[in-house]
């Protein structure tokens, strides 16, 4: 199941920038290492499960494992953060540091990068100390004592906002009235898609939606009204309201949805 640690930082960080930073800063590294590594697959609702006996590195309090799941952009680390009166808490981040990519650990209290020392929330992924000035993103984790599975669920949405149903996100103009005027935004996260997605009405009246996964390092981009422009707060690439590049270090466009409107609302369609 495990794989080492060095098959870790070829596999995670692979030979781009991320892994030269990690190579070019040996003398930094704290007594920390990477959690160590488990591929997994999601069931097609995009949950994980984890049977915590089969995973002797997560199984104590202070564990952590690095989960590959195929198909996701960013591995995750699942921590075992707590256990009193019988109750265990289990949660999940992006297993890589917002500064530049490192892999993570986790200390026993907090998610740790080796790298550069940065500090992160295991149960919400805020920035505890810098460098990394971004936080992780976190994701929905459930423990049943019962069984001793820890659920993850890759898909989960927020609540005021439409869930994805085949792939299709139903805004209608008496929730999202923005979406009516040129110049409106919105955006959410779609149960059962998990990422937030933005949905613009460009000042010409045209509409157009995209993912807010960056495509240099996979940080979440931010909408900035007077910029007319999408931001990665990681590494400053910007891009259009169509997702279109317009400063590197990212070089690929967001992920596009094509989109259509009735009287009575927008659609956003592939949201999957
Ligand atoms: S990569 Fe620099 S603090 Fe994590
Ligand atoms: S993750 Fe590096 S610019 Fe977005």
Redesign the pocket.
Known sequence: MSTSRRGFLKGVLGTGAAGAAATALPGCAPDINPAPVTDVTASSAGTVDLLVSRYPDLEPVGGAITVRVPGEAVPLLVVHTKSEGGRDDFSTVSSICTHVACPLGFDGKDVVCPCHLSRFSPTDGAVLQRPATVGLRSFKTDYNPGTRVVSINLRAGEDNFPAAVNGQVTLPFSQFPDLRNNGGAVTGVPTGYGLRIFIFRQDDGTLSAVDSI?T????EVEFRAQEKDLF?P????TFTLQGEVTRE??TLPLKRFTVSETPDAVIVNGVQ
């Open positions: 960056c240099h390092q996979q940080c990665c990681c590494h400053a690439s270090p990212a």
